[in-house]
């Protein structure tokens, strides 16, 4: 932590020595001048810990080769034993595990301190540490492996924002150059961008009497039509609670043959993790990646839709199409508190907008 000093230290050293020398420290007069910056900059450091005693950690033994550590501003305590490879018991922490959590802990509150000034709220970030001893030579610790855990709905720039602040850790600066140190993020790899794909439809003649087109999707082994007489939701409702459908082993390609069908997709891996696609036949077939939650609802109209889905190997009707409810899902459910993508058709294209704030960015997409 740097600590604001009660004068500059640069503007005028001279007057600044003879003051700081009042309060903690006395040179004699051939120390004085040759006093070097750096030098005055320590002092008033440690003038200033000695304020705040925010720095004095009393450490005890207890016996049994256990010790206590207590923070002198707080008051607060932890206990350490001997680690088990190392003539303890392992009944606490170890004097390097304190060193590995303090690596731990630094990275969280750098994460904190990031969230905080930038105004947002971090959530829930865990962070598994594995320490590493070194197997010949004098005990020391050879590696630290940190596996990062963030919660899910953080945008890519909130994220890269907190693995800058981790670059900066303190903690991290004293110790890098003394052992391996590896960081993995393990939902940022997780989170993909947003992977929807509309298949244009080939249309051969359209006259106002008919529409004759190919509806094929290349690699389709299964087709389904699912058609709602009027206002109707699939899946639908359990007790007022949307439900949803995921497919593992099928990639679904939803055609609007009549009337439209709005259709709902969470996918909590996304950067993007909410979308609502008013899907028409000019849109073509909505591709729906393995994995993603959908669910569709039409008007009082109702609408026909024809799915080519490309099914593996170890596709099963008996469990593809059981419905999953919201009530049990909290990634689901904070994936649709996200602002939604909007996907229309309008003007011959495909339009995504995203609504930030009160303004609309569309994007067209020509199919
Ligand atoms: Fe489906």
Same mark, same amino acid.
């Given at each position: =932590?740097?600590? /604001? ?5 640069f ?19 051939? /120390?004085? #001048?040759?006093? $070097? ?14 304020q ?12 049994e ?29 170890s ?12 990275? +969280? ?8 000034? /930038? ?8 962070? %598994? ?6 197997? %010949? ?10 596996q ?13 924002? +907190? ?25 940022v790899? =997780? ?13 051969? $003649? ?7 087109? @190919? ?14 007489h009027?206002?109707?939701?699939s899946?639908?409702?359990?007790? @007022?609670?949307?439900? *949803?459908?995921?497919?593992q ?10 009337g439209?069908?709005? *259709? ?7 950067? %993007? ?9 000019? =849109? ?6 393995m ?12 609408? =026909? ?10 596709? @099963? ?12 899902r ?6 649709? %508190?996200?602002?939604?993508? +909007? ?10 907008? /995203?609504?930030?704030?009160? #303004?609309?960015? #569309?994007?067209?997409?020509t199919?």
């Open positions: =932590m740097k600590l /604001k000093t009660p004068f500059s230290i503007n005028n050293p001279k007057r600044d020595i003879d003051r700081l020398n009042k309060v903690t420290y006395v040179p004699t007069p051939k /120390k004085q #001048s040759k006093l $070097r910056e750096e030098d005055l900059n320590n002092h008033l450091t440690r003038y200033m810990h000695k705040t005693g925010d720095n004095k950690i009393i450490c005890r033994y207890l016996g080769l256990h010790t206590e550590a207590r923070h002198e501003h707080s008051g607060y305590s932890i206990k350490t034993d001997a680690p088990r490879d190392h003539a303890g018991k392992g009944e606490s922490f004097p390097t595990d304190l060193l590995a959590t303090a690596l731990g802990t630094c990275f +969280l509150t750098v994460m904190g301190i990031t969230a905080k000034e /930038k105004g947002w709220k971090l959530g829930e970030v865990t962070i %598994e540490v594995d320490k590493t001893m070194n197997k %010949e030579g004098p005990r020391k610790i050879e590696a630290l492996s940190l990062i855990k963030l919660p899910p709905g953080l945008s890519d720039e909130q994220i890269k924002d +907190l693995q800058e602040a981790t670059r900066d850790c303190p903690v991290l600066r004293n110790l890098k150059d003394s052992m391996k140190i590896n960081t993995n993020w393990r939902n790899k =997780m989170r993909n961008k947003t992977f929807l794909k509309f298949l244009p439809t080939n249309i051969f $003649r359209e006259t106002p009497q008919v529409t004759f087109f @190919d509806a094929g999707v290349k690699g389709s082994n299964g087709s389904d039509v699912v058609i709602h009027g206002n109707a939701i899946p639908p409702n359990e007790n @007022d609670c949307e439900q *949803f459908y995921v497919h082993h099928q990639i679904d390609h939803n055609l609007v043959l009549d439209s069908r709005t *259709f709902t997709l969470l996918n909590p891996a996304w950067n %993007e993790p909410h979308h609502i696609i008013f899907l028409t036949k000019r =849109m073509g077939a909505l591709q729906i990646p994995g993603t939650y959908h669910r569709s609802v039409s008007g009082p109209q109702g609408s =026909m839709v024809l799915n080519q889905a490309v099914r593996d190997r170890q596709f @099963d009707p008996t469990t593809e199409f059981i419905p999953v409810s919201l009530r049990n909290a990634d689901l459910r904070q994936a649709k %508190e996200a602002e939604p993508i +909007l996907w229309v058709y309008e003007e011959g294209q495909i339009r995504r907008l /995203k609504i930030d704030n009160l #303004s609309i960015v #569309s994007k067209g997409i199919t």
